[in-house]
């Protein structure tokens, strides 16, 4: 099932991949930090916000994702 449409903004697709795609089959928490990820780091230019910024921040989000899934896991935090 791809959603691939005008309404999905080009930092959240990889090629024909829509990250959506990919979130909605993990967690809610696992599949944010794809979302952020696949948002941070792309070679192609394709950033949310100031590109010096954005993708550290975005990080940072996946991070936060990251350990509440740690957490929903019963890991530490």
């Not at 005008?6 to 794809?34: K, S």
């Not at 990820?37 to 936060?64: C, I």
């Amino acid at each position: 099932m791809t959603m691939q449409n005008d309404e999905t903004p080009a930092y959240y697709r990889l090629g024909d991949v829509d990250a959506g795609d990919v979130c909605e089959r993990l967690t809610f928490w696992a599949g944010n930090a794809v979302k952020y990820l696949v948002r941070s780091s792309r070679l192609d230019g394709h950033v949310k916000g100031d590109p010096l910024t954005g993708p550290v921040e975005d990080l940072r989000k996946a991070r936060a994702c990251i350990n509440r899934e740690l957490a929903r896991l019963g890991g530490k935090r």
